[in-house]
């Protein structure tokens, strides 16, 4: 079974969209790492004004030395650092002035002790201005030549440098529907130096799964092995939701077939520590790698993170709680068990719910329970990345509790369910709301308008 060797990156990446991590997350990270035999820190926080709007600039002087400083530490512990930039949205191909912007910013790097590099032309608009048009071509064969010249550049003054580039279709979905222009992902195997590493995300932004086929078909286009950029547990695009379940759904062949699996996590750092634990003991797995015991292991090591003020967390509800918040396609298996009882019992006449109600009162009672206990974590960091999501979790815990009481007493009588903790408007409110009303994904991913769907009541 194929492990992560040195030149194998094996890390994580800062590539998220919002607030980036601090300096401290960024050197607790290092520690992580360097516990965890990971070997790669990619730098490349999206929302950074200078990673992509203002990429021409170069740093400020307390700028510089935070990341003069971060690169040290990276060597200290024995960690690759990777320094990365956006140039695609507004850079123009042919321009020699764009080289010069490119290679100041870079220049800097190197003096700050950096040796690895990335040109990043994910998420740009995907078209291409009319003189480079004229003169590349295409899309695919203009950010090859800025990728090429640079990275010449680079070896002039630094051998050893790796440099990875970020295609415009870095998924198979993206890929296929030829975003970046017709044929961009052979233009670019054929074109792109052979000793640059490329990114890819999977099938999907988001993938499931990471087959070996996958991987294997994608080889032949880019004449290279892949570098895997895996959004497993991002959750940028979806704020109200956090993943602390296991790294999963890549088999450990797919280790043979990449040259690197570099992790993109959490927007907030410390909810990461289960999705990169087990994600390391993935990568360092001889043979088969159980995703679920891993999980629970490192929750078993977490829990001491959730000390109280208060009562102790138990490991139960704590797991309990993280399935709740598993992975983007998957609930925990305690949460989805629990969602199908409520499901069950919702959908059967309350005269004949017996004991069925009673559990699910003592389940969702156990986990309202944690949600309280979160508010009175000594960690204050850890509770403030939790807090919007255990709220809106045990809001919706209590109104189901309530509707339930009401169907038990009133012996299955019509009689409406009404709150007063679950008001118009301030509950389930908002503008956004009430947009996300006007379209409704049918389980095959379509939209339909609301409208499509019968009302309660006749026109």
Not at 143 to 153: D, G, I, L, P, S
Not at 268 to 282: G, H, I, S, W
Not at 326 to 340: C, I, K, R, S, T
Not at 361 to 377: N, P, T, Y
Request: hydrophobic share 40%; with cysteine; proline share 5%.
């Amino acid at each position: 079974m194929a492990r992560p060797t040195n030149d194998f990156l094996a890390g994580v990446i800062e590539g998220f969209y919002g607030q980036p991590w601090t300096h401290a997350e960024r050197l607790e990270l290092l520690e992580w790492m360097e516990r965890w035999k990971l070997n790669t820190y990619f730098y490349a926080p999206k929302d950074n004004l200078k990673h992509r709007a203002l990429w021409r600039e170069t740093y400020v002087v307390a700028e510089a030395e935070s990341l003069r400083e971060l690169i040290k530490a990276c060597g200290q512990r024995h960690v690759r650092f990777i320094y990365a930039l956006s140039p695609g949205l507004d850079i123009r191909y042919a321009q020699l002035e764009e080289m010069a912007h490119l290679q100041k910013r870079f220049q800097q790097l190197l003096d700050l002790g950096c040796e690895n590099f990335s040109l990043l032309f994910d998420d740009i608009p995907d078209r291409i201005d009319a003189d480079d048009l004229t003169q590349f071509g295409s899309l695919a064969s203009a950010q090859c030549h800025v990728a090429n010249t640079t990275f010449r550049w680079l070896r002039e003054k630094c051998p050893d440098a790796r440099f990875l580039f970020c295609p415009t279709p870095y998924c198979g979905r993206m890929a296929k529907n030829k975003l970046g222009g017709e044929n961009y992902l052979a233009i670019v195997g054929r074109e792109l130096l052979p000793e640059i590493d490329v990114f890819w995300t999977g099938p999907e932004i988001i993938s499931r799964e990471i087959s070996v086929e996958h991987i294997r078909e994608l080889q032949t286009l880019l004449r290279r092995k892949p570098v895997i950029w895996d959004n497993l547990h991002a959750n940028d695009y979806d704020a109200r939701r956090f993943f602390c379940g296991p790294y999963a759904g890549r088999p450990t062949e797919l280790r043979a077939e990449v040259n690197g699996l570099l992790i993109n996590p959490n927007c907030e750092f410390v909810l990461n520590y289960v999705p990169l634990r087990t994600f390391a003991q993935f990568l360092h797995e001889d043979g088969f790698f159980d995703a679920r015991k891993s999980y629970l292991a490192a929750m078993e090591e977490w829990l001491p993170q959730f000390a109280t003020v208060g009562a102790p967390i138990a490991l139960d509800d704590l797991i309990f709680f993280g399935d709740c918040y598993y992975l983007p396609y998957a609930d925990g298996p305690e949460a989805g068990a629990f969602y199908e009882r409520a499901k069950n019992l919702l959908a059967t006449n309350p005269l004949e719910w017996g004991e069925r109600a009673a559990d699910f009162l003592q389940r969702s009672g156990r986990l309202k329970e944690f949600c309280q206990s979160v508010a009175q974590l000594k960690q204050r960091k850890l509770f403030y990345a939790l807090s919007r999501r255990v709220w809106e979790l045990r809001e919706e815990l209590d109104l189901l509790e309530r509707y339930v009481v009401m169907k038990m007493e009133n012996k299955n009588q019509i009689v409406p369910c009404q709150s007063d903790f679950h008001l118009p408007e301030t509950y389930r409110g908002g503008f956004v709301s009430r947009l996300e009303l006007l379209l409704v994904q049918q389980f095959d991913g379509t939209f339909v308008p609301q409208e499509t769907f019968p009302t309660t009541s006749p026109r």
